[in-house]
C-alpha cells in the first residue's frame, strides 16, 4: 500500500531561523495536503496542492509539490514562538483511494 | 468550511469498559471519518462512515471492537469497546470540506484505561 514519509521527526530552531520538512510519497500523489497541530490541539487545514511543481505561499509558509508529485515540503521562514507544533503532510494516492495517507509529521520546536 | 464539535473531549475508563464519542457536524456531509491517534504519532484511520450503511473500516480495525453508528448526514459516534490500556490514545473525526477547507476535525477525545 502507499506509504507517506516525512523528515525530519523532530525539529529544534531558534527563533528567527528558517524550517523545512520533506514529505516522499512512494506512490504518485493526484494531491497532497498540509496540516499544522498545535500541542494539545487538533489538525488545522493549511493548503492543497494539486499540479506537478506548484508552488504556494502563505506569508512565511512556502509550500512545494514535485515535478514528479511524489513529494513535496513546507518551508517556514524566520520562525516565530507561534509556529510550535507538528506539520503533516497527507497525500492522495493517484491510483487508489481518495483518503489521503498521512505522514508521521515533523514536531517543530522553536526556542526564543 | 464546517464545524465539529466532539466530546467527550478527554475521560479516564477502566479496563472492560466502554467509551463512546460524539461528533456534530454543524452541515451535512456525506461522509464522516474516525482516526486514532497515539501519542506522538499520526493519525492512523479507523473507518469511513457513511449514512445508511455500514461504515467501512480499515485494516486491523474491526466492527466489534469500533462499533460506529451514522443515523443522519450531521451525526456520527464511535464506540471503543472492551477497552484496554492498548487503546488509550486520542481519537478524531473529520469531514472533507473541499479544496479550500481540506479535512475538518473535531477537537479531540483523549482517552485513558487504567
Known amino acids: 500500500g502507499q506509504q507517506v514519509m516525512q523528515i525530519p521527526q523532530y525539529q529544534h530552531v531558534q527563533e528567527g531561523e528558517d524550517f523545512t520538512t520533506y514529505c516522499n510519497s512512494s506512490t504518485t500523489l493526484s494531491n497532497i495536503q498540509w496540516y499544522k497541530q498545535r500541542p494539545g490541539g487538533h489538525p488545522v487545514f493549511l493548503i492543497q496542492?494539486?499540479?506537478?511543481?506548484e508552488v504556494k505561499k502563505q506569508k512565511r509558509l512556502t509550500f512545494q509539490f514535485g515535478e514528479a508529485k511524489k513529494n513535496s515540503s513546507l518551508h517556514i521562514t524566520a520562525t516565530q514562538t507561534t509556529d510550535v507544533g507538528t506539520y503533516f503532510c497527507?497525500?492522495?494516492?493517484?491510483?487508489?483511494?481518495?483518503?489521503?495517507?498521512f505522514g508521521r509529521g515533523t514536531s517543530l520546536i522553536v526556542h526564543p | 468550511s464546517a464545524v465539529i464539535s466532539q466530546k467527550p473531549s478527554r475521560d479516564i475508563c477502566q479496563r472492560g469498559t466502554s467509551l463512546t464519542i460524539q461528533c456534530q457536524v454543524d452541515s451535512q456531509v456525506t461522509m464522516m471519518f474516525w482516526y486514532r491517534q497515539q501519542p506522538g504519532q499520526s493519525l492512523t484511520l479507523i473507518a469511513t462512515?457513511?449514512?445508511?450503511?455500514?461504515?467501512?473500516?480499515e485494516s486491523g480495525f474491526v466492527i466489534d471492537k469500533f462499533p460506529i453508528s451514522r443515523p443522519n448526514l450531521t451525526f456520527s459516534t464511535l464506540t471503543v469497546s472492551n477497552l484496554s490500556p492498548e487503546d488509550s490514545s486520542i481519537y478524531l473525526c473529520?469531514?472533507?470540506?473541499?479544496?479550500?477547507?481540506?479535512?475538518?476535525f473535531g477537537s479531540g477525545t483523549r482517552l485513558t484505561v487504567v
Open positions: 496542492l494539486v499540479k506537478s511543481g
Open positions: 473529520s469531514t472533507w470540506t473541499g479544496p479550500n477547507y481540506g479535512y475538518t
Open positions: 497527507a497525500g492522495r494516492d493517484s491510483g487508489g483511494s481518495y483518503i489521503p495517507t
Open positions: 462512515a457513511n449514512q445508511g450503511s455500514e461504515a467501512t473500516y
